[in-house]
Every structure is written in C-alpha cells, then in structure tokens.
C-alpha cells in the first residue's frame, strides 16, 4: 500500500483500539461508583416459557439475576 511521503514516519506493525470507558488511562481519573445508584425496579414476576426448555433456562437465569441485584434469595 502507497504512503503520502509525508506520512512515511509513521509505520505501525501492530494496531489497537480501546475504549477508554472500560479502560482507563494511566493517570487519568479512578473508576467511581455512579451516583446516584438506583434500586433494582424490576422484580422477575414473569411467566415462564414451556415450549421451549433453553429460551426457559435463558428467562431464569434473568430473574435469579435481578433477584440478586435486589438482595433477594430463593
């Protein structure tokens, strides 16, 4: 591939992106918790499919997961 000769200097071998959300830059600010923080709204009240046993097994692990952001047990 063709360089503008202007640009030659800069030869990588290697690319990486990142977002810095998720990564932060050294120096940069600590991760903080959000505020403010909300309470888990929903409940995991919904039916249950019977037809289909994985679409099932997918919808409770849903509810155990809003379950346990709501401090609750089984």
Known sequence: ??????CAFM???RIVI???????????PEKS???PRY???ADG???LPESDP?????????REHIRRKRGERE
């Open 11 to 13: 030869a990588a071998d």
């Open 39 to 41: 309470r888990e709204a």
């Open 18 to 28: 990142f977002h810095s959300k998720y990564h932060p830059m050294p120096g940069g």
């Open 54 to 62: 994985e679409l099932r097994e997918a919808f409770l692990r849903i």
């Open 1 to 6: 591939m063709e360089a503008r000769p202007d």
């Open 33 to 35: 918790e959000t505020i």
């Open 45 to 47: 009240a919904f039916r």
